[in-house]
């Protein structure tokens, strides 16, 4: 008796939503931030505000991606912010000169930041170290190289590159379509793939995965690669922005990458997420951040201000748990 | 019946975890359209059998040969490209994503076509789920949305989708209702007659009856008898499982005792979610009260919400005057007379696997070993030896892990730990499935002498004759609410029966 | 090898071998100066390791530790003008806060400590420049501060003194009473360790709360050792600190490990430290070593046992 069939399309929006609720949700924060960050600033909403507003994210936005795809394989990367400041230095240092020379430094900067993916996964996949702990020690390792290439701020990166990709192209902001062109990119290559699936798969439950014939071990270091891949991308547009390499910038990038993962709705134990979704995050810290800069917040007390939205942020998951019938529920 | 191809020949198999031998010297045949049964008792090394035919553990010694060529595979992967699929009791469904993704991603690794879109893969779904007529199940629901009994299909869903030329049915039938089992009664019979061989891993013999050609018992390890179905009775298969006759599995029931009336369990109006709608009920000292009906129709939430376990729990209890606030596990278990819960699963609810046996045992009732803050370990040791000599447990060494024992002795360990808090009220969740018959027996005996002793035992079982044989009242649940109680001699299977499907008005 | 397999006494070869090889490049290694000077900088990641080890023993991970750090030392040093007790009690109520708050996340909220902790570190990193106004840090810290963090009784720092009364409190704790097996109970298993009776909520927060005092004393005594509190004080901290409690054997899921096991830990990064810089490696050599070193140790740890 299919009498299921008839009601389906209608179903659909039901099925979008039990999906990515949490995204959405941060969406909707998102714009709500954007609208006052608007009514807020000061000065003469141009082009050139937008800009500035989407360059400020885009770093970010990459290495939050990068992140989430290993955060969904119920991993975690610690040394995402090692990469994105080596990426960094290794730009103030090659990315000069002509086109010849850059098209080298490009090649280096994310050859380098895939070869840390790659170390990082083979590590995890091979051996029985937990990826907090090795991640860390492999974001030392990198961090150390990123001091050895730059010891001190500084170096230069070409700026006729730069001008060329942190301005805009009619009217639209140039790292927005970097960041959007490259995860289009990726999900066009990837979305149908086993490896894409597969990760969901193995961060939701890596037994059932593997039983299922998911390469659990391939799918890891993948993920772990695309990790180190777009965080090279972000230290690249760091560079084009700062026109330095700064090997300290390395810590926040770590916490604001896991911070804009689960606000954007990805869960840590893995399984349930969205990269779209940590975009948005990423763009909500950095618009929170220019929000309470033009609000008149104390300079003083503003990282304070941002700490405590931070943990609101992430609290309001928590709100679920009002709803728990048993207390056995929370434990996973 | 013509002349059936021999599929799979396993030869000498033999598997060994760490001391144990789950496996011993295994010759095996499965043929082309048969429905070869495989019955036993937990232990005796069916699930490690049908683990090494799936791919996901390899044999220490021993070969297996498909369509008479040797093969080794080194992965599941391997075993599902060669059209063998496995149906785990385990679930591996992955539970965030859906329906038609877990039945596509199975399927994918059979080499189908690598980019699927979400369109083919949710039609695919639906035409699986409709050979098992199953349509109430959408392929969009995420998998962690549906219930147990759902996703059991679903598996079996995920399989088929693969086309298998061997499936593997691993106690397939568990957590459905009756109308479902039915369905998959079907399916293997129409599978059977396409010429698939399946290897049917069922603990109900009527099964084996109704679907199976073949049948073989195994004990321990080893393959004791393979032989086609009809010709060896059902005592003679249980024999066989448990290696002597059967002996008479109860002990005598004595009924409560009149005169100890202070600690009187009483229940009224217990409510939780729908779940559980105004449940009442007594328990008096020395009565061991079941609670019985068809699965989930509350009984479990029940133990729970009396565990403390459960929010929103609208209840009144008391136990003789005194109020019980239902407050926590803790709090019940420091209460003056003690209500313990012991668990269901035994691995994810009961126990430390990598903890000692010691421990594990001490782990609740540590308050009686302390001076001061610290723990006197002397008294601990002895008191948990002693304990364990009463259940008749054989330890090795108390420092080793949980690990090393078997599910039954884990089970009595758990027992052990309960027990040592010298609880008045035990609620018990389930606590002989998949246990071997001697423990059971064994925890029958003690069951009983805890109750004589004065204690008050509330048993949810899904065994009939557990709730005849041990039990001196039956609570039947529907719905939530208690249908019928049945006391003494009423507690029969027709009896229980007939309350749990609710026919009678 | 056999070895190989007990953690404590992997890290035990490895601080005897570096010490050894120091020995031969620098002979005063082995003088009793140098093991005072070497034992008191390690009594402070010592106190800091007590609390991260704690932490990680239930399965979470503390990463407010910088921060927390930083601010007690800050806040008993600008208190210090108010009394001893108001400048100490200053200091350990931020680490009594911190604690509570990273307890209330991880046990009443249930958002992973890896993301809270790390909230709660950017937050008292705010509470800083915000007391501070991004400048110096001003006052110093009180006479008994500073006779705890750099004076000496008998010969001996008493860092070092404070740290081994710590060391007994926390081996008798974890390995004598109901609550160190509680502790060991909730790591492997929440779930059972809840349907055991024990109180895991009321656990969880208490264990944060010593983590987070654990932290705050470490930022308190630092501050006596260098007559001031300074920003990003705690710094340095955090990862040497997770290093030794890992490199001593505690597992990062939790549930298994030795306190002995992270003392041994702590006195194999400070020597191998001071062995560094002695070798005048710049930083990023120094970082990289510790990355190689963390993974070499723990890598020669755990074999997991076949799954049935």
Same mark, same amino acid.
């Given at each position: 008796?299919?009498?299921?069939?008839?009601?389906?399309?209608?179903?659909?929006?039901?099925?979008?939503?039990?999906?990515?609720?949490?995204?959405?949700?941060?969406?909707?924060?998102?714009?709500?931030?954007?609208?006052?960050?608007?009514?807020?600033?000061?000065?003469?909403?141009?082009?050139?505000?937008?800009?500035?507003?989407?360059?400020?994210?885009?770093?970010?936005?990459?290495?939050?991606?990068?992140?989430?795809?290993?955060?969904?394989?119920?991993?975690?990367?610690?040394?995402?912010?090692?990469?994105?400041?080596?990426?960094?230095?290794?730009?103030?240092?090659?990315?000069?000169?002509?086109?010849?020379?850059?098209?080298?430094?490009?090649?280096?900067?994310?050859?380098?930041?895939?070869?840390?993916?790659?170390?990082?996964?083979?590590?995890?996949?091979?051996?029985?170290?937990?990826?907090?702990?090795?991640?860390?020690?492999?974001?030392?390792?990198?961090?150390?190289?990123?001091?050895?290439?730059?010891?001190?701020?500084?170096?230069?990166?070409?700026?006729?590159?730069?001008?060329?990709?942190?301005?805009?192209?009619?009217?639209?902001?140039?790292?927005?379509?970097?960041?959007?062109?490259?995860?289009?990119?990726?999900?066009?290559?990837?979305?149908?793939?086993?490896?894409?699936?597969?990760?969901?798969?193995?961060?939701?439950?890596?037994?059932?995965?593997?039983?299922?014939?998911?390469?659990?071990?391939?799918?890891?270091?993948?993920?772990?690669?695309?990790?180190?891949?777009?965080?090279?991308?972000?230290?690249?547009?760091?560079?084009?922005?700062?026109?330095?390499?700064?090997?300290?910038?390395?810590?926040?990038?770590?916490?604001?990458?896991?911070?804009?993962?689960?606000?954007?709705?990805?869960?840590?134990?893995?399984?349930?997420?969205?990269?779209?979704?940590?975009?948005?995050?990423?763009?909500?810290?950095?618009?929170?951040?220019?929000?309470?800069?033009?609000?008149?917040?104390?300079?003083?007390?503003?990282?304070?201000?941002?700490?405590?939205?931070?943990?609101?942020?992430?609290?309001?998951?928590?709100?679920?748990?009002?709803?728990?019938?048993?207390?056995?529920?929370?434990?996973? | 019946?013509?002349?059936?191809?021999?599929?799979?020949?396993?030869?000498?198999?033999?598997?060994?975890?760490?001391?144990?031998?789950?496996?011993?010297?295994?010759?095996?045949?499965?043929?082309?359209?048969?429905?070869?049964?495989?019955?036993?008792?937990?232990?005796?090394?069916?699930?490690?059998?049908?683990?090494?035919?799936?791919?996901? %553990?390899?044999?220490?010694?021993?070969?297996?040969?498909?369509?008479?060529?040797?093969?080794?595979?080194?992965?599941?992967?391997?075993?599902?490209?060669?059209?063998?699929?496995?149906?785990?009791?385990?679930?591996?469904?992955?539970?965030?994503?859906?329906?038609?993704?877990?039945?596509?991603?199975?399927?994918?690794?059979?080499?189908?076509?690598?980019?699927?879109?979400?369109?083919?893969?949710?039609?695919?779904?639906?035409?699986?789920?409709?050979?098992?007529?199953?349509?109430?199940?959408?392929?969009?629901?995420?998998?962690?949305?549906?219930?147990?009994?759902?996703?059991?299909?679903?598996?079996?869903?995920?399989?088929?989708?693969?086309?298998?030329?061997?499936? #593997?049915?691993?106690?397939?039938?568990?957590?459905?209702?009756?109308?479902?089992?039915?369905?998959?009664?079907?399916?293997?019979?129409?599978?059977?007659?396409?010429?698939?061989?399946?290897?049917?891993?069922?603990?109900?013999?009527?099964?084996?009856?109704?679907?199976?050609? %073949?049948?073989?018992?195994?004990?321990?390890?080893?393959?004791?008898?393979?032989?086609?179905?009809?010709?060896?009775?059902?005592?003679?298969?249980?024999?066989?499982?448990?290696?002597?006759? #059967?002996?008479?599995?109860?002990?005598?029931?004595?009924?409560?005792?009149?005169?100890?009336?202070?600690?009187?369990?009483?229940?009224?109006?217990?409510?939780?979610?729908?779940?559980?709608?105004?449940?009442?009920? %007594?328990?008096?000292?020395?009565?061991?009260?079941?609670?019985?009906?068809?699965?989930?129709?509350?009984?479990?939430?029940?133990?729970?919400?009396?565990?403390?376990?459960?929010?929103?729990?609208?209840?009144?209890?008391?136990?003789?005057?005194?109020?019980?606030?239902?407050?926590?596990?803790?709090?019940?278990?420091?209460?003056?007379?003690?209500?313990?819960?012991?668990?269901?699963?035994?691995?994810?609810?009961?126990?430390?696997?990598?903890?000692?046996?010691?421990?594990?045992?001490?782990?609740?009732?540590?308050?009686?070993?302390?001076?001061?803050?610290?723990?006197?370990?002397?008294?601990?040791?002895?008191?948990?030896?002693?304990?364990?000599?009463?259940?008749?447990?054989?330890?090795?060494?108390?420092?080793?892990?949980?690990?090393?024992?078997?599910?039954?002795?884990?089970?009595?360990?758990?027992?052990?730990?309960?027990?040592?808090?010298?609880?008045?009220?035990?609620?018990?969740?389930?606590?002989?499935?998949?246990?071997?018959?001697?423990?059971?027996?064994?925890?029958?005996?003690?069951?009983?002498?805890?109750?004589?002793?004065?204690?008050?035992?509330?048993?949810?079982?899904?065994?009939?004759?557990?709730?005849?044989?041990?039990?001196?009242?039956?609570?039947?649940?529907?719905?939530?609410?208690?249908?019928?109680?049945?006391?003494?001699?009423?507690?029969?299977?027709?009896?229980?029966?007939?309350?749990?499907?609710?026919?009678?008005? | 090898?056999?070895?190989?397999?007990?953690?404590?006494?992997?890290?035990?070869?490895?601080?005897?071998?570096?010490?050894?090889?120091?020995?031969?490049?620098?002979?005063?290694?082995?003088?009793?100066?140098?093991?005072?000077? +070497?034992?008191?900088?390690?009594?402070?990641?010592?106190?800091?390791?007590?609390?991260?080890?704690?932490?990680?023993?239930?399965?979470?991970?503390?990463?407010?530790?910088?921060?927390?750090?930083?601010?007690?030392?800050?806040?008993?040093?600008?208190?210090?003008? &108010?009394?001893?007790?108001?400048?100490?009690?200053?200091?350990?109520?931020?680490?009594?806060?911190?604690?509570?708050?990273?307890?209330?996340?991880?046990?009443?909220?249930?958002?992973?400590?890896?993301?809270?902790?790390?909230?709660?570190?950017?937050?008292?990193?705010?509470?800083?420049?915000?007391?501070?106004?991004?400048?110096?840090?001003?006052?110093?810290?009180?006479?008994?501060?500073?006779?705890?963090?750099?004076?000496?009784?008998?010969?001996?720092?008493?860092?070092?003194?404070?740290?081994?009364?710590?060391?007994?409190?926390?081996?008798?704790?974890?390995?004598?009473? &109901?609550?160190?097996?509680?502790?060991?109970?909730?790591?492997?298993?929440?779930?059972?360790?809840?349907?055991?009776?024990? &109180?895991?909520?009321?656990?969880?927060?208490?264990?944060?709360?010593?983590?987070?005092?654990?932290?705050?004393?470490?930022?308190?005594?630092?501050?006596?050792?260098?007559? +001031?509190?300074?920003?990003?004080?705690?710094?340095?901290?955090?990862?040497?600190?997770?290093?030794?409690?890992?490199?001593?054997?505690?597992?990062?899921?939790?549930?298994?490990?030795?306190?002995?096991?992270?003392?041994?830990?702590?006195?194999?990064?400070?020597?191998?430290?001071?062995?560094?810089?002695?070798?005048?490696?710049?930083?990023?050599?120094?970082?990289?070593?510790?990355?190689?070193?963390?993974?070499?140790?723990?890598?020669?740890?755990? &074999?997991?046992?076949?799954?049935?």
């Amino acid at each position: 008796m299919p009498a299921i069939n008839a009601p389906m399309r209608s179903n659909w929006l039901r099925y979008f939503l039990r999906r990515n609720y949490r995204t959405i949700i941060a969406f909707a924060m998102l714009v709500i931030l954007f609208i006052a960050y608007l009514l807020v600033y000061p000065g003469r909403l141009s082009d050139q505000f937008f800009c500035a507003w989407a360059n400020q994210g885009a770093g970010l936005a990459f290495a939050a991606v990068g992140q989430t795809l290993v955060v969904l394989t119920s991993g975690i990367d610690m040394s995402i912010g090692s990469v994105f400041a080596l990426t960094n230095c290794i730009a103030s240092v090659f990315l000069n000169g002509d086109l010849y020379h850059i098209l080298i430094a490009l090649i280096l900067i994310l050859g380098a930041g895939i070869c840390c993916g790659l170390i990082n996964g083979m590590l995890i996949s091979y051996t029985r170290i937990q990826p907090i702990i090795l991640t860390i020690a492999t974001g030392a390792v990198y961090y150390g190289i990123a001091l050895f290439i730059r010891p001190v701020s500084g170096g230069s990166v070409s700026e006729a590159l730069s001008d060329a990709l942190t301005y805009n192209i009619f009217h639209i902001p140039t790292s927005l379509m970097l960041l959007f062109g490259t995860l289009i990119l990726f999900w066009v290559l990837l979305k149908r793939t086993k490896l894409y699936i597969g990760i969901y798969a193995i961060g939701s439950s890596e037994k059932s995965a593997f039983m299922s014939g998911v390469k659990v071990r391939q799918a890891k270091v993948a993920a772990y690669m695309f990790s180190g891949l777009f965080a090279s991308l972000g230290g690249l547009f760091l560079s084009l922005q700062t026109l330095t390499g700064d090997a300290l910038i390395g810590n926040t990038y770590t916490l604001n990458s896991v911070a804009a993962t689960v606000i954007g709705g990805t869960a840590l134990a893995g399984g349930t997420g969205a990269i779209f979704g940590s975009v948005i995050g990423s763009y909500l810290l950095r618009t929170l951040k220019g929000l309470m800069f033009f609000a008149g917040i104390a300079p003083m007390a503003q990282p304070l201000f941002e700490g405590i939205v931070l943990m609101c942020a992430l609290s309001i998951g928590s709100i679920r748990l009002l709803g728990m019938k048993s207390k056995i529920e929370i434990f996973r | 019946m013509g002349s059936k191809d021999l599929v799979i020949r396993m030869n000498g198999i033999s598997k060994r975890y760490a001391a144990v031998e789950a496996l011993k010297d295994v010759n095996l045949e499965c043929f082309a359209g048969s429905i070869h049964a495989i019955v036993g008792e937990n232990g005796a090394g069916k699930s490690t059998l049908i683990k090494i035919v799936a791919g996901v %553990t390899q044999p220490n010694t021993g070969s297996l040969f498909l369509d008479g060529e040797l093969v080794q595979f080194r992965s599941p992967q391997d075993a599902i490209r060669k059209s063998i699929l496995c149906v785990f009791q385990e679930l591996s469904i992955i539970p965030d994503l859906t329906v038609a993704e877990n039945i596509s991603i199975l399927a994918k690794s059979n080499g189908v076509s690598r980019f699927v879109s979400s369109k083919a893969k949710r039609q695919k779904a639906e035409e699986v789920l409709s050979r098992i007529k199953c349509y109430d199940i959408d392929p969009r629901e995420l998998c962690s949305d549906l219930p147990l009994s759902r996703l059991q299909l679903v598996e079996i869903a995920r399989a088929l989708a693969c086309d298998p030329r061997i499936l #593997i049915l691993d106690e397939a039938t568990s957590a459905l209702t009756a109308a479902d089992s039915e369905k998959i009664f079907e399916l293997c019979a129409t599978l059977r007659d396409q010429g698939v061989s399946i290897l049917y891993i069922t603990h109900h013999l009527r099964e084996v009856d109704l679907l199976a050609d %073949t049948c073989s018992v195994f004990r321990n390890g080893e393959r004791i008898e393979t032989f086609a179905v009809g010709t060896r009775s059902q005592k003679e298969i249980i024999s066989m499982m448990i290696g002597r006759p #059967i002996s008479k599995q109860f002990p005598e029931k004595k009924g409560c005792l009149a005169n100890q009336k202070q600690k009187i369990l009483s229940i009224e109006h217990l409510s939780w979610h729908n779940k559980i709608r105004d449940v009442s009920f %007594t328990i008096s000292q020395g009565e061991i009260v079941g609670l019985g009906g068809i699965d989930g129709q509350g009984q479990k939430d029940l133990l729970f919400a009396l565990f403390g376990v459960l929010r929103h729990v609208r209840a009144t209890v008391h136990i003789g005057t005194n109020n019980l606030p239902l407050k926590g596990p803790s709090a019940l278990i420091e209460s003056a007379d003690k209500v313990v819960l012991i668990p269901e699963d035994r691995k994810r609810e009961g126990l430390f696997p990598t903890m000692s046996i010691l421990k594990n045992v001490s782990l609740a009732s540590l308050s009686r070993f302390t001076a001061g803050p610290f723990i006197n370990r002397k008294k601990e040791i002895e008191h948990v030896m002693s304990m364990l000599q009463s259940l008749h447990v054989k330890v090795g060494n108390i420092h080793d892990s949980i690990d090393s024992l078997s599910g039954g002795n884990q089970q009595k360990i758990i027992l052990a730990k309960w027990l040592l808090l010298e609880a008045q009220f035990l609620l018990l969740n389930d606590p002989t499935r998949g246990i071997d018959v001697a423990t059971k027996q064994d925890i029958y005996t003690l069951l009983r002498g805890l109750a004589e002793q004065g204690k008050s035992i509330l048993i949810y079982t899904t065994d009939y004759e557990e709730l005849i044989g041990l039990c001196d009242r039956v609570i039947i649940m529907y719905k939530g609410q208690i249908r019928k109680i049945l006391v003494g001699d009423e507690i029969s299977e027709a009896n229980i029966l007939t309350a749990s499907l609710d026919l009678q008005k | 090898m056999r070895i190989a397999r007990n953690p404590a006494l992997v890290s035990l070869s490895g601080t005897v071998f570096v010490m050894v090889v120091g020995g031969i490049i620098f002979p005063q290694v082995f003088s009793l100066n140098y093991l005072r000077q +070497q034992l008191q900088i390690a009594s402070f990641l010592g106190i800091a390791a007590t609390g991260a080890m704690l932490v990680i023993l239930i399965g979470g991970i503390d990463l407010s530790l910088p921060w927390v750090l930083t601010a007690a030392g800050i806040i008993s040093c600008t208190l210090s003008g &108010r009394g001893v007790l108001i400048s100490i009690g200053a200091g350990l109520l931020v680490g009594l806060v911190a604690g509570l708050a990273n307890g209330l996340g991880a046990a009443i909220l249930r958002i992973p400590s890896i993301i809270w902790s790390l909230a709660v570190n950017f937050i008292f990193l705010g509470i800083c420049v915000f007391i501070t106004g991004g400048f110096m840090p001003q006052g110093h810290p009180t006479a008994i501060i500073k006779t705890i963090g750099i004076g000496r009784t008998l010969g001996v720092p008493n860092i070092i003194l404070f740290w081994c009364v710590l060391s007994v409190y926390i081996i008798l704790t974890l390995g004598q009473t &109901r609550f160190g097996r509680f502790i060991y109970a909730v790591g492997q298993n929440e779930k059972v360790s809840f349907l055991s009776g024990i &109180r895991t909520r009321r656990i969880i927060i208490l264990i944060f709360v010593m983590s987070g005092i654990c932290n705050a004393i470490t930022g308190i005594m630092l501050s006596g050792y260098s007559n +001031q509190a300074f920003q990003a004080m705690g710094d340095p901290y955090l990862i040497p600190a997770i290093a030794a409690v890992v490199i001593g054997g505690t597992s990062i899921s939790g549930g298994s490990g030795t306190y002995l096991g992270t003392v041994i830990g702590v006195i194999f990064i400070t020597y191998l430290s001071s062995l560094l810089s002695v070798l005048q490696v710049p930083e990023a050599g120094r970082q990289i070593f510790f990355g190689v070193i963390i993974i070499a140790m723990t890598l020669s740890y755990s &074999r997991k046992k076949e799954e049935r």
